[in-house]
């Protein structure tokens, strides 16, 4: 596998497992209009993973679904930290926090790249997550003197860079994922 | 009924529309916010049914469309529970009393979900159902409500096709795929002949004297089956009700009565998953209490 | 707080009110805005006006029918066919 392709799977991994995650607080949030909003949030990672899937996916001759559904746990490349399974929002606030931060570092590395089809995608993400960004400052501002979200960020922090793969929290998700996916032969369509 | 408020009558069954700050009836006033807040619920609780196949959706089409359609359900009762609470009763006093089992919700949300096969036959059917009788709201004599209504319906047309989509893939697909979607549609046809209510005339539902709603319930049910039970029908599928057929000289569906008891034993809080599903709502209002302390202090 | 929300569906086109949600502050109204409103591509432009800020007006006086600056001011008809006829030029199923 190439070096673009490790990596577009490595941001792509990331996208899709925050977006599940985020998908998670869908009709259970806070309040309606959160709920409403953080579903906007969780809907554009998963749009941003399949983008960039799909990328990787020409290269490597299969399709976005089957990169995203079909490898083992084990051979997903994201980080630990969207990996975990957040029902608290302090800590899911956190987690937002912290994701946002690196991911506009990375993407910003990505729209001066010499490839111009990566650049040009990572220009189009990055459009999106400059709202992604002001909903994480303005969530970071309300709960800044909330001691269980200074301890959130404490706790995620060292997970940011931190990419083992096949973790059992992840292996559980993708479990319940892929559940009904595998409960038909390989190429069914749904 | 006084002077005024046989004039007010006289001004909706005309086609008056009210304003939140019109004088209304006490009677208007209570069926009003009653039918509102109810809806309110049912948008709510609605969204748990289907949460839990938002994690287990088999593509990324799928999984962005469901989470979608939830999203627009929270939506919609965010824009239902502010005309409510225009109409003098809050957000938290409507979940108090939707988690206290004191308000209901549509016997539909107090079902299991079992299989992908519901997925498809909840979008496709039971979001059917629900627009037939959304639309005949288009009409309420409320204006408040009738505005937002058209914002529902014009999100609901996805919904319908997002369900007939998945339906039909899957139709097209495996004999355990086809039979996914007969087995929930034999589990979903009696809750969808009883969700749009016990057979009241027109003109003795109140609901329609106020001109509240536009429709009485039997000619909902009517208007459901002329538009689905021909889109059943034409995929192979089968209605698991040996009486359902349309008399050719009246133009009426015909079929076995709906079980009444069931109706008003489901609504008024003993439904399969009625308990667990409020418990739900009740926790994950608990757990997030101190977000909103915190966002309404500054 | 609550704040209202006026949609412009397509350029040229009025504002007009489409409803109310509650934020704590003006970033979270446009936040909130944005999506109830706005997700679908259905608006091209959107208003967002804090309830309190907003002055009702009800009540319209006019007890003395000032029907002199309105169309319905000048009903011309007869006016019209009396002219005519002293014209010659009645239409017929004037005569």
Redesign the interface.
């Known amino acids: 596998m190439s070096e673009r392709a490790q990596l577009l799977l490595e941001i792509a991994d990331d996208e899709l497992i925050l977006g599940w995650r985020d998908s998670e607080w869908t009709g259970i949030a806070p309040f309606l209009e959160e709920d409403v909003a953080f579903s906007s949030i969780a809907q554009n990672e998963i749009g941003h993973a399949r983008a960039l899937y799909e990328l990787a996916a020409r290269e490597l001759g299969t399709t976005a679904d089957e990169l995203a559904f079909d490898r083992k746990p084990e051979e997903y490349r994201c980080s630990a930290l969207v990996e975990l399974r957040l029902p608290e929002w302090e800590r899911t606030i956190a987690r937002h926090v912290l994701y946002e931060q690196a991911d506009a570092e990375r993407l910003g590395r990505l729209k001066a790249s010499d490839d111009a089809e990566l650049a040009g995608l990572a220009a189009k993400i990055d459009r999106e997550e400059v709202y992604h960004r002001l909903h994480a400052e303005m969530w970071a501002e309300r709960l800044q003197d909330e001691p269980r979200y200074q301890a959130a960020l404490e706790e995620l922090q060292p997970l940011v860079d931190r990419r083992n793969g096949g973790s059992p929290e992840l292996t559980a998700l993708w479990e319940e994922m892929t559940s009904v996916r595998r409960s038909q032969p390989a190429g069914t369509t749904w | 009924m006084t002077q005024r408020e046989q004039e007010f009558l006289e001004y909706v069954q005309s086609g008056g529309q009210v304003e939140t700050?019109d004088w209304m009836p006490d009677e208007y006033r209570a069926r009003l916010r009653k039918f509102i807040e109810m809806h309110g619920n049912s948008e709510l609780m609605g969204?748990?049914p289907e949460?839990e196949?938002?994690?287990?959706?088999?593509?990324?089409q799928?999984?962005?469309a469901l989470?979608?359609k939830?999203?627009d359900?929270?939506?919609h009762?965010?824009?239902i529970?502010?005309v409510v609470e225009d109409l003098g009763k809050s957000?938290e006093e409507c979940l108090d009393d939707l988690i206290s089992g004191v308000s209901k919700f549509h016997n539909v949300f107090h079902y299991p979900t079992k299989t992908?096969g519901d997925v498809g036959v909840i979008a496709w059917l039971v979001d059917a159902a629900a627009i037939i009788s959304q639309k005949a709201l288009l009409k309420c004599s409320y204006a408040p409500y009738a505005?937002?209504m058209k914002?529902i319906c014009?999100?609901e047309s996805f919904h319908i096709l997002h369900g007939r989509d998945?339906i039909l893939?899957?139709m097209?697909?495996?004999d355990?795929?086809r039979e996914l979607v007969q087995e929930a549609l034999n589990r979903w046809w009696g809750p969808l002949m009883q969700f749009h209510g016990n057979p009241i005339q027109a003109d003795e539902d109140p609901m329609v004297i106020w001109r509240i709603k536009s429709q009485g319930n039997d000619e909902a049910r009517q208007q459901f089956l002329d538009g689905y039970v021909p889109q059943i029908w034409e995929l192979g599928l089968t209605v698991p009700d040996p009486e359902l057929r349309k008399d050719e000289e009246s133009g009426r569906w015909l079929y076995t009565e709906p079980d009444w008891d069931e109706l008003k034993h489901v609504v008024t809080g003993h439904g399969p998953r009625t308990a667990d599903r409020l418990d739900?709502?009740r926790q994950?209002r608990e757990?997030?209490a101190w977000?909103?302390q915190?966002?309404?202090a500054? | 707080m609550i704040y209202e929300v006026f949609r412009q569906e397509r350029k040229g086109q009025a504002f007009q009110h489409a409803g109310s949600i509650e934020a704590p502050d003006e970033r979270f109204a446009e936040w909130y805005a944005r999506e109830q409103y706005g997700r679908r591509g259905e608006s091209t432009a959107l208003w967002v006006v804090r309830r309190d800020a907003i002055l009702p007006i009800e009540e319209f006086v006019d007890e003395l029918n000032r029907n002199y600056h309105r169309v319905d001011g000048y009903p011309l008809k007869e006016k019209l066919k009396e002219a005519r006829e002293r014209a010659g030029t009645a239409a017929p199923r004037d005569r």
């Open positions: 700050d969204v748990l949460r196949w938002i994690l287990r959706a088999p593509t990324l799928r999984k962005l989470t979608a939830v999203q359900e929270v939506g009762a965010q824009l529970y502010r957000r992908w505005r937002i914002k014009w999100e998945v893939t899957l097209l697909g495996t355990d795929q739900l709502r994950a757990n997030s977000v909103r915190v966002l309404l500054a």
